[in-house]
């Protein structure tokens, strides 16, 4: 089980991140953090997003109330992608009875 997560400590030490960074992550909600065989870790499958925020956060200066914020702008503009995306299918579709 322990495959599919990341243990924190592990992880800061390695990419040079404070671990109260990562717990703070968790705190806001905006990562999954666990207790697996005594060690705190994070899913695997959230890599990117810790990632992601790192970056933000070391490299941009954004502090943990922006980086709520800019999760939430990324999740519409995924949302927003995803519906563009099911116009054109819908678009094309009807287009090709139009050529017929």
Do not use: W
């Not at 991140?17 to 905006?30: A, H, R, S």
């Not at 499958?45 to 970056?55: D, K, M, T």
């Not at 956060?57 to 109330?65: F, G, T, V």
Request: hydrophobic share 40%.
């Amino acid at each position: 089980m322990l495959n599919e997560y990341i243990i924190i400590k592990d992880y800061c030490e390695s990419c040079h991140v404070e671990p109260d960074f990562v717990f703070m992550l968790g705190e806001d909600g905006l990562i999954d953090v666990s207790v697996v065989d005594e060690l705190s870790c994070f899913p695997v499958a959230q890599l990117p997003e810790v990632e992601r925020y790192a970056h933000l956060y070391y490299d941009l200066s954004i502090n943990m109330e922006g980086l709520g914020a800019v999760q939430h702008l990324l999740s519409q503009i995924d949302e927003l992608q995803n519906e563009v995306r099911k116009l054109q299918n819908e678009l094309r579709f009807y287009r090709s009875f139009e050529r017929e």
